[in-house]
Structure formats: structure tokens, C-alpha cells
Nanobody
Framework: QVQLVESGGGLVQAGGSLRLSCAAS????????MGWYRQTPGKQRVLVAT???????NYADSVKGRFTISRDNAKNTVYLERNSLKPEDTAVYYC??????????????????WGQGTHVPVSS
């Protein structure tokens, strides 16, 4: 069983900074791409940033130059450093990871996993 647990959320003022973390745990064989998505009420979940196992990154245009995604492979953790925050960055942030896990029958299966989401409001 694999779990993704996010942390680091909380209220921040516009212009401020906040780092989100997401740690994967369980019967993990390997982790490929990891990423962050966000969702606001009534809208679809959208990509914020992704990072491959080799460290290649991709960002939504709305966060380029302000957000930085990174990962610590030894800790199975992905981070999202968010700077110059704007009220429109307010959303529920979800981490995502493509993980190959070892099942109880020792079969390795690759699946997409999501964190539980963390609400991160930015006040104006």
C-alpha cells in the first residue's frame, strides 16, 4: 500500500512565500514523475509543476518564475517552493506521483497516486 502525505499548508499573505512537501511511503519499488496540481471550487484540477526522476521540470505559465519544484529521492519526497504569492494562487494543492509498488504477491505494479490535498489560502 502506498500513501502520499502533504504538509506545509497554511495562510500566507500576498507577496509571501510558503513551501509544500509531499512524502510517499509504503511498498515503493521506484518513483517516476512527481508533481503538484491545484483545484479551486467549481473548476477542474490543473497542473502546477512536475519533475521527472531525472530532475527535468515543467511549470504552468501562471507560476513560472515564482514556484520551484524539487525532489529528494532518498526521502521519496517532492517539494513546491512558492514565492511572490498572489491571491489567485489560493487553491487546494494535491501532489501526484507515478509509483511502481510491490504488492503482497511480490508483483510490481505502476500506478498513479494522489495526496489528500491541502488548502493553501493567500490573503490580499
Amino acid at each position: 500500500q502506498v500513501q502520499l502525505v502533504e504538509s506545509g499548508g497554511g495562510l500566507v499573505q500576498a507577496g509571501g512565500s510558503l513551501r509544500l512537501s509531499c512524502a510517499a511511503s509504503g511498498s515503493i519499488f521506484s518513483i517516476n514523475a512527481m508533481g503538484w496540481y491545484r483545484q479551486t471550487p467549481g473548476k477542474q484540477r490543473v497542473l502546477v509543476a512536475t519533475i521527472t526522476g531525472g530532475g527535468f521540470t515543467n511549470y504552468a505559465d501562471s507560476v513560472k518564475g515564482r514556484f520551484t519544484i524539487s525532489r529528494d529521492n532518498a526521502k521519496n519526497t517532492v517539494y513546491l517552493e512558492r514565492n511572490s504569492l498572489k491571491p489567485e494562487d489560493t487553491a487546494v494543492y494535491y501532489c501526484n506521483a507515478a509509483i511502481t509498488a510491490t504488492r503482497a504477491d511480490l508483483l510490481r505494479v505502476r500506478s498513479d497516486y494522489w495526496g489528500q490535498g491541502t488548502h493553501v489560502p493567500v490573503s490580499s
